[in-house]
């Protein structure tokens, strides 16, 4: 067992010799608390949100059934489904064995396990109820996991026409438009300003094929570093919600997310200015992020919460349930009902964004080919009235 373990008695609580636990003892607790937390936080390993949920729903079934919880890792261990699963249940279980929490185990692997996820396991540690708070980290994170899949699976068709769309477009002037180069070209004084545009990029795709594959190259590790870094995918997240149509849903979904994580730390016991931190963490917007901080702190100074949110852009009937819950008492039970009314609310805005899409895509790349088909026929078929 480890030094930090040994200390862990609360302050004010009875040591072996009749006495309280000083200050001082207690400021060297939380040192030597800190300085084993550095020790065992693992930033390498990762997993996908789907392997942590599987790890969690097997979790919560061993619990339910009476399992021991090293006897459950040990099970999990021998079962898992790709070497880096293994390889964080096996860190978790020597986090475990050496005396900690499994709350305190996940927290050492942040690139695992999410926060709120995190401190609603502790939660349940604390409250007896591990199996509870599990099944509610289970519900929530197979919440977001449906909700970006939903995402994905609408931006998966106008993602492929748009990329058909650059291919066949730098086709067309690289291999089409030479034909009609040299015809073009008899008056050139004569052309209009977007037969010289088109022109003009076919004669650099064909003369400088380096720096359009460089151009492509340029957009492909955009895409990729929005994607999978974390700084260019809020910052990409960010500017898409600005934009019509789009950001009407990101700014919806990520409403929902947030305010479903606060109503299911606050049911599960976790003090509201933790979940207001979860809720800021989950809603990745800026502008979101700043309204939570803002509740933070009314919530800290001991004014109601929705005093924060009166001025904010967001749905009036989410504040008139945060009004009505802190006026009542019960705001955890009012949060849930208006995190069931944004995941409809997300739901309208994903399938009138899905609707949409498909044609405005379809619309795009029509109006892309036809301007170069516009360009190219316009002066030939001026030629060939002037020849008649």
């Known amino acids: 067992m480890s030094l930090a373990t040994m200390f862990k008695a609360k302050k004010g609580e009875e040591n072996s010799f009749g006495g309280s636990v000083s200050g001082k003892v207690e400021t060297e607790r939380k040192r030597l608390e800190h300085g084993a937390a550095a020790r065992d936080k693992d930033l390498r390993l990762k997993i996908g949100s789907k392997d942590t949920l599987h790890i969690l729903i097997q979790m919560h079934a061993m619990l339910s059934a009476g399992v021991p919880l090293l006897a459950l890792l040990r099970s999990l261990i021998e079962h898992a489904q790709s070497p880096k699963t293994a390889k964080v249940l096996r860190k978790i279980t020597e986090i475990v064995e050496s005396g900690h929490d499994l709350s305190y185990a996940m927290d050492c692997l942040p690139r695992c396990f999410e926060k709120y996820v995190v401190h609603l396991i502790a939660a349940g540690e604390k409250a007896g109820a591990l199996d509870d708070s599990m099944e509610r980290s289970i519900e929530m994170m197979d919440k977001q996991i449906k909700l970006a899949g939903k995402i994905k699976g609408a931006l998966a068709y106008p993602s492929f026409l748009i990329v058909m769309t650059f291919v066949l477009t730098t086709g067309i002037l690289y291999f089409l438009v030479p034909k009609f180069e040299k ?20 004669a650099l795709i064909r003369e400088q094929p380096i720096v359009i594959l460089l151009f492509y190259g340029g957009i492909a590790a955009v895409a990729v570093l929005c994607m999978k870094v974390r700084v260019f995918r809020k910052i990409a997240f960010d500017v ?36 207001l931190e979860h809720a800021r963490q989950i809603s990745q917007l800026p502008r979101l992020q700043a309204v939570w901080d803002s509740a933070a702190a009314v919530v800290r100074d001991g004014r109601p919460m929705h005093t924060a949110m009166a001025d904010a852009k967001l749905p009036p009937a989410l504040i008139q349930m945060i ?15 208006a995190g069931e009314f944004l995941d409809r609310e997300t739901q309208a805005a994903m399938e009138m964004f899905v609707v949409l899409l498909g044609p405005m895509t379809v619309v795009m790349a029509g109006c892309t080919v036809g301007f170069i088909v516009v360009s190219l026929m316009t002066p030939i078929l001026q030629m060939a009235k002037f020849v008649g």
């Open 183 to 202: 015809l073009l070209l008899a008056k050139p004084d004569q052309l209009p300003a977007n037969t010289k545009v088109v022109l003009g990029t076919s």
């Open 240 to 275: 898409m919600s600005h934009m019509p149509g789009l950001g009407n849903l990101i700014t919806k979904a990520y409403i929902s997310r947030s305010v479903n994580a606060l109503a299911m730390t606050l049911e599960s016991g976790v003090p509201i200015l933790t979940g």
């Open 323 to 337: 009004i009505a819950g802190e006026s009542s008492g019960s705001l955890d039970a009012s949060l849930r009902k």
